[in-house]
């Protein structure tokens, strides 16, 4: 998995591919989460993701939450179809997390 990261003002887009398990979990945590206590916005691009399992829900659940927790938040952007069916088949545990579509913001779950 290869990481890129963006920066506009207060919003720091990092920008996800491949896939996102167990093995890889950690390293995008260690992407994430220092953005997210600088107080940042992150948006998570997920077109290029072509695999998630529940590490990596998990690590959107936590990021959500750790963003809540400084008062800021986490959006997902761009998400590719796969993708999209893992977070439709845990969208009770991620529903306050957003999605940006189209350029349009929308509330996800």
Same mark, same amino acid.
């Not at 590719?80 to 845990?90: D, G, H, I, P």
């Given at each position: 998995m !290869?990481?890129?990261?963006?920066e ?7 920008? $996800?591919?491949? *896939? ?8 995008v945590r *260690? ?12 948006? $998570?691009?997920? %077109?290029?993701?072509?695999?998630m ?6 690590v $959107?659940?936590?990021?959500n939450?750790?963003?809540?927790e %400084?008062?800021? !938040?986490? *959006?997902? !952007?761009e ?5 999209? !069916?893992?977070?439709a088949m845990a969208? %009770?545990f ?6 940006? %579509?189209? *350029?349009?913001?929308?509330?996800y779950?």
């Amino acid at each position: 998995m !290869k990481f890129r990261v963006t920066e506009n003002e207060n919003i720091s887009t990092v920008f $996800l591919n491949g *896939e996102i398990d167990m093995d890889i979990a950690d390293n995008v945590r *260690e992407v994430i989460f220092p953005l997210i206590d600088a107080g940042k916005e992150v948006h $998570l691009n997920l %077109k290029d993701v072509q695999y998630m399992d529940s590490s990596g829900i998990s690590v $959107l659940v936590e990021s959500n939450q750790r963003a809540k927790e %400084k008062n800021t !938040k986490v *959006e997902l !952007k761009e998400v590719s179809q796969s993708v999209e !069916k893992v977070l439709a088949m845990a969208r %009770k545990f991620l529903w306050p997390i957003k999605l940006l %579509k189209r *350029e349009i913001q929308a509330l996800y779950f």
